[in-house]
């Protein structure tokens, strides 16, 4: 079992609906962080939050919105998305922004 | 400048045998590389990672050897066994910053 918590595991969406994508981790660690992942590929990053302060956007549509409501929960918030958006949506957590960086087991986003 | 190169992109190895992986960066201000590995419907998880004033670092059957000079480091498996059967991910950073560069990922299959 992974020690990052990501809900839910799967979710099926249409264009029009708005969802959230949640992340829990009680680790103690002060930096999270949202990345994508398309089949066969690495992970690409999407945002990072350091004690609870948006530090990195890696040009993300604004249709994703990251939220950190504390140290310990990070969300996404979901909105409009288009069908290339199918993919694995990772959380990762690591101390203070620095490495190792810790993963979630992810959820499996569907755009129809 | 950022980029991580990986090969093989795949990879058959009969049990019993050693699974090689290799990378290579540009950046010299990388100072951390590890290594992550993912089964299917899961996050990466981290194997084993490497600071590049040590040339070879071992955790059981796995181990990193790191050449600075020639800007490469590789994943060996020995004795690689069926539930090794994944994709390996090597990846570069700056130990205390967030971003993770990434290589392109190994699917490595190991036959019994």
């Known amino acids: 079992d992974t020690e990052v918590t990501q809900t839910p595991k799967h979710l099926v969406m249409g264009m029009t609906n708005k969802k959230s994508l949640k992340c829990e981790q009680h680790m103690g660690h002060r930096a999270m962080y949202w990345y994508k992942q398309k089949a066969k590929k690495p992970p690409e990053l999407m945002f990072v939050?350091?004690?609870?302060?948006?530090?990195i956007n890696e040009s993300v549509p604004s249709r994703f919105s990251p939220e950190c409501p504390n140290s310990s929960l990070l969300n996404l918030h979901l909105h409009a998305l288009q069908p290339e958006d199918s993919a694995l949506y990772l959380c990762?957590?690591?101390?203070?922004?620095?490495?190792?960086?810790?993963f979630g087991d992810g959820t499996r986003l569907s755009i129809l | 400048q950022q980029q991580v190169k990986q090969s093989p992109q795949s990879l058959i190895v009969q049990k019993g045998g050693i699974s090689i992986i290799n990378c290579a960066y540009e950046n010299t201000a990388f100072d951390y590389f590890p290594w992550y590995q993912q089964f299917p419907g899961k996050g990466p998880a981290l194997l084993i990672a490497i600071r590049p004033d040590v040339s070879e670092k071992k955790e059981g059957r796995f181990t990193i050897s790191f050449n600075k000079s020639a800007k490469q480091f590789s994943l060996h498996i020995m004795d690689s066994q069926p539930g090794d059967s994944a994709t390996y991910f090597c990846a570069a950073s700056m130990i205390n910053t967030g971003k993770l560069i990434f290589g392109q990922g190994t699917t490595l299959q190991v036959k019994p």
């Open positions: 990762a957590s690591s101390q203070q922004g620095a490495q190792p960086q810790h």
């Open positions: 939050y350091s004690y609870e302060k948006l530090s």
